[in-house]
């Protein structure tokens, strides 16, 4: 955990004397990107065009080291909005509800909502299905039904044009958005909805909690035609590391197999598993990814505006993120689906009024819309940089606690019949306080499920029932460490001294962890401990230790 005991009743103590002093009461505005790596500007990606969250960066505290609990949307989502991991909701596919299957578990929007806030929700926020019983978790979460987009029925089917003029279901599909079905995107009416609801909560007495969930970079890169002028293809280039490293167990692996279902990829005859795709296409769908996102920042910059144009601004929390990455190639893989850093790794960034950067003078804009192409790069600092590792679970606490929320409890070790705690921290302190000091002791934990040892067609994303093996992974400022271990899929429970595989990156001299040296170690004498800790979190911890000081002794680190 990130915040030991001593800073825990520090935050307490600070919470209660902020109640004290002041009363305002904070909206929250909570945009989330799917399947959205930290290809930004705020995060030094020297490609990507993202002027308008860049700009809301430049006012926030921007968490460089934030990873999601599981590379895929459902239980990734589900985990963040309710601040409990994986092993805990019981879900790793999209095929059971969390508060039927483990606990009625209080989530982040309904805990505001018990506290008199209007609670709203358009777009993507819960993963749609099963996994919010098919009502994105109305009417627990959300003061009235969440809003979807008509045009989103229209995201898997035959509208992408080829060069004759037919029609079909593609991966690249960058199109004329006049020639689309209702003449719109998805993300287009998203931003229309959000900006509406923002003009009629402007003179409610109530606080609002409105999440707005983005469908892209998601593919298919379904987006107009016009974002790919930005990233013209003959500038693009392949993924530093396009090859499977040669120590990588095949466990490890994914298959990509959703990329592999479009037409436009079938049609490449690509060999399973491995591929690879063509140099020539790789680019493209790197040409695509990037376009999608600068769409996608379009759309924040919109609603950014929006909390200018009604006076908003002053009095909400605003809050960038991710559910997850994705592959662009490295290692030889697409998509998320692993425990890699780009697949887990997430934009975090946090903004708060008159705490991340001064109140602005009256008159004064905060948002103003940045068009992309109007050719101008603009120049904005960094904001408040967290470079210390932080966990998606971690920003249902920290909102209670910017907002001056009673503070969550953390889960104790069995929580599945408590409905309201915490299984990350609050960042709070880190919000209102510059770090000093990286904190090596901080972890994030992800994991991932397979269903053998082998790469099989359902590698990417089994069922519940088919999962043999979980990967859990920790992340370090210094180090990712991964066990593949054996797993009961009945009870939801992994054997810890059943292990499959390893890895282990040294991200210093490593950090697009190419070389595992895992095998570089003689893990008997830590195997016998391990069935006696009391989660799998203690144990990959204990197991990491004892790991490295090998290395140590070793030289290696």
Request: hydrophobic share 35%; proline share 8%.
């Amino acid at each position: 955990m990130f915040v030991n005991t001593r800073m825990w009743s520090f935050l307490l103590i600070l919470h209660v004397l902020e109640t004290a002093v002041g009363s305002q009461q904070f909206n929250i505005l909570y945009l989330i990107a799917d399947d959205l790596r930290p290809t930004l500007g705020c995060y030094s990606d020297p490609v990507v065009k993202s002027p308008n969250i860049d700009q809301l960066a430049s006012v926030s505290t921007v968490f460089h080291n934030a990873y999601a609990q599981q590379a895929v949307c459902g239980p990734s989502r589900v985990s963040f909005l309710t601040s409990r991991r994986p092993d805990t909701t019981k879900l790793y596919d999209f095929n059971s509800y969390w508060r039927v299957h483990a606990g009625n578990y209080t989530t982040l929007p309904q805990y505001f909502k018990s506290n008199g806030y209007t609670t709203l929700s358009v777009g993507k926020v819960f993963h749609p299905g099963i996994a919010s019983n098919h009502s994105d978790d109305y009417p627990y979460s959300w003061s009235v039904p969440p809003y979807h987009p008509p045009s989103f029925k229209y995201e898997k089917r035959k509208v992408c044009k080829d060069k004759d003029g037919t029609l079909h279901s593609n991966l690249l599909c960058a199109v004329d958005v006049s020639e689309m079905p209702l003449g719109t995107l998805p993300d287009m009416e998203n931003t229309e909805e959000a900006i509406r609801l923002l003009k009629s909560m402007k003179g409610s007495q109530d606080p609002f909690f409105l999440a707005v969930g983005f469908y892209k970079p998601h593919i298919p890169f379904r987006i107009p035609r016009e974002y790919l002028k930005l990233y013209p293809i003959e500038s693009m280039t392949l993924a530093p590391d396009p090859d499977v490293p040669k120590k990588l167990p095949n466990v490890a692996y994914n298959p990509w197999t959703d990329i592999r279902k479009r037409e436009d990829v079938q049609a490449l005859n690509l060999s399973f598993p491995y591929g690879p795709i063509p140099k020539d296409f790789q680019m493209q769908i790197r040409q695509h990814y990037f376009a999608s996102v600068s769409y996608m920042d379009a759309q924040v910059g919109k609603i950014l505006q929006a909390l200018d144009d009604f006076g908003l601004a002053k009095d909400t929390i605003v809050v960038f993120s991710s559910d997850h990455g994705w592959s662009l190639g490295e290692h030889g893989e697409w998509a998320k689906y692993s425990n890699f850093d780009v697949a887990t790794r997430v934009p975090l960034i946090v903004y708060k009024p008159g705490v991340t950067s001064p109140f602005r003078q009256p008159g004064e804009k905060t948002f103003p819309f940045i068009d992309v192409f109007q050719g101008t790069r603009e120049q904005f600092g960094k904001g408040q940089v967290v470079e210390s590792v932080v966990e998606l679970v971690d920003v249902f606490p920290t909102l209670t606690h910017l907002a001056g929320l009673r503070p969550l409890h953390h889960c104790p070790p069995s929580s599945f019949k408590i409905e309201l705690c915490t299984e990350g921290s609050s960042l709070a302190y880190l919000i209102r306080n510059s770090e000093r000091d990286i904190n090596r002791e901080a972890y994030s934990f992800s994991q991932y499920p397979r269903p053998s040892d082998s790469i099989q067609e359902n590698s990417d994303l089994p069922d519940l029932v088919d999962i043999r093996i979980m990967g859990y992974s920790l992340r370090s400022t210094d180090y990712r460490y991964t066990l593949w271990v054996g797993f009961d899929p009945v009870h939801c429970q992994p054997n810890m001294t059943d292990i499959h595989a390893g890895e282990m990156y040294l991200l210093a001299e490593d950090p697009g962890e190419d070389n595992n040296v895992f095998d570089e170690f003689d893990h008997a004498t830590v195997l016998r401990k391990l069935g006696m800790l009391p989660s799998w979190r203690e144990s990959l911890k204990h197991h990491v230790m004892c790991f490295s000081s090998g290395l140590k002794s070793k030289g290696i680190m």
